[in-house]
């Protein structure tokens, strides 16, 4: 039924292979107000101009209506219905079905300490809502029976540390960025890749695994991921590796309530659940502590990891690895404060490390020109790296920037299987890999 958390939309693509959207709120047009919502379709009309049942509400259809989406709409649907409100009636103006049964439906779970002991689980098994309330938690606590994929997780009621973000050179090294939720296509590069097993378990030993942020937004294995990631940092250390997450814009948005990106079924799932989406990944939600300890830039060895870019003007305000993560922390904290320069203020900044795109030709002008090999080389050198490896801007392939070297991009397209690579360093070589696991060579110039 139509509810006051009901929002408008802006459709970003008109096609039958149904495309992303932003989720905007309730806009006007002329006198009408549109809306859209995202439920089950109940009803789907034997003829043209009948009626449809979504979510318990009756749509009228005009001739005009668009009905899309990869294959025919059909009864449990889960779809997005945009529509308008004419003399009492619902008129839909386009219906999209999201390809997967509410019957299907899986997702969470969704950890919200009440306490240093107590936590509410939420999940949503099989298109229904399940919430369980764990009390007396004094040390870590597995959690089973949970949906597929996930099915188990463990949990620790101790709040997690900040890892260090200064690192020695490790035996090895893999880099992917921009998985945005792609659970599916991650899992099976990492196990193609042999990081991890079939059953999704490290095995890398004392590899390095870097998640060169967003993860998150856009993908609906968007908890899933979370939990496979969360796992595999925990077997990678006690395997004498490590699992190194770092944040990246859409981490820092849900955070800060900017819900735009969020796959609908996700609409669906919190409202089913009651709650709104940033609220799961709340400073005092498991996901969300877990986030909020992460670092925003890291070196290991000789790479420099940050999502967006290493603006030079970030870095005349010369801030140390550590202070510049303890800035970033600071303005994800509930207060979340504010600053003039990306310095003080790196999570909103324009300059900050999760915006910054002014490595490239076609975006420099936004950033007050395209940063220089000297400006690049100042950043290095003060950080004692060779190469600075970011994420964020769409790349055809993993690679360097240009001839120099100096900044390496690996953010490809994680929903095209075709498109997913990797960077690995091994033996002081590095290599672009993909998703069969083959490797080819990064020739780099002095």
């Known amino acids: 039924m139509v509810s006051d958390k009901m929002v408008g939309m802006k459709w970003m693509y008109r096609m039958a292979a149904f495309g992303w959207m932003a989720i905007l709120p309730i806009f006007l047009t002329g006198q009408e107000v549109r809306r ?70 899986n997702d969470g779970p969704y950890v919200l300490w009440k306490d240093a002991a107590t936590a509410d689980v939420l999940t949503m098994n099989g298109g229904k809502v399940e919430r369980k309330t764990y009390q007396g938690i004094a040390g870590t606590k597995a959690l089973d029976g949970l949906p597929e994929p996930v099915k188990s997780v463990r949990l620790d009621p101790a709040p997690p540390r900040s890892p260090k973000a200064v690192w ?7 880099a992917i960025s921009d998985l945005e939720g792609n659970y599916q296509n991650a899992r099976q590069f990492l196990e193609n890749n042999q990081i991890i097993d ?38 990678a250390r006690e395997a004498g590796g490590e699992v ?12 800060g309530g900017d819900l735009r990106y969020i796959h609908p079924k996700y609409r669906f799932v919190t409202d089913q659940m009651q709650v709104e989406y940033d609220r799961l ?39 140390s690895v550590d202070a510049l993560n303890q800035k970033i922390r ?32 076609r975006y420099a002008d936004s950033w007050g020109g395209k940063a220089t090999d000297a ?7 003060r950080h004692g790296v060779d190469h600075i490896v970011i994420g964020h801007t769409l790349v055809d392939e993993v690679g360097p920037l240009d001839e120099t070297g100096a900044v390496i991009a690996i953010d490809v397209k994680w929903r095209d299987r075709e498109k997913c690579q990797g960077l690995l360093q091994e033996g002081g070589q590095l290599y672009r890999v993909s998703m069969d696991g083959t490797r080819e060579k990064i020739e780099l110039g002095k």
């Open 198 to 235: 079939e059953k999704g378990n490290w095995k890398w030993g004392d590899g390095h695994l870097v998640l060169n942020g967003d993860l998150v937004d856009r993908g609906r294995q968007v908890t899933e991921l979370m939990w496979l990631i969360y796992r595999l940092e925990r077997q």
């Open 330 to 361: 600071e303005g994800l904290a509930p207060a979340q404060p504010t600053g003039e320069t990306p310095g003080t203020n790196p999570v909103r900044h324009q300059h900050g490390p999760f915006w910054y795109r002014g490595y490239f030709e």
């Open 36 to 105: 859209a919502m995202v439920e089950e379709i109940q009803q789907v009309p034997a003829q043209q101009d009948e009626p449809w049942q979504i979510g318990g509400q009756v749509f009228q259809v005009l001739s005009t209506t668009q009905v899309v989406g990869s294959n025919q709409p059909s009864v449990g649907d889960l779809a997005i219905v945009q529509f308008v409100v004419r003399d009492d009636k619902f008129v839909a103006t386009a219906i999209q079905s999201l390809g997967v049964k509410v019957k299907d439906l």
């Open 375 to 381: 400006e690049i080389r100042k950043i290095l050198d």
């Open 244 to 255: 190194h997450y770092i944040l990246g814009n859409h981490e820092a948005m849900v955070m």
């Open 281 to 319: 990944f709340a400073a005092d939600t498991e996901i969300g502590r877990w986030w909020r300890s992460k670092n925003g830039v890291e070196t290991i060895g000789n790479l420099l990891f940050i999502h967006g870019g290493y603006s030079p003007k970030l870095d005349q305000e010369q801030l």
């Open 168 to 174: 020695e050179q490790p035996s090895r090294l893999m």
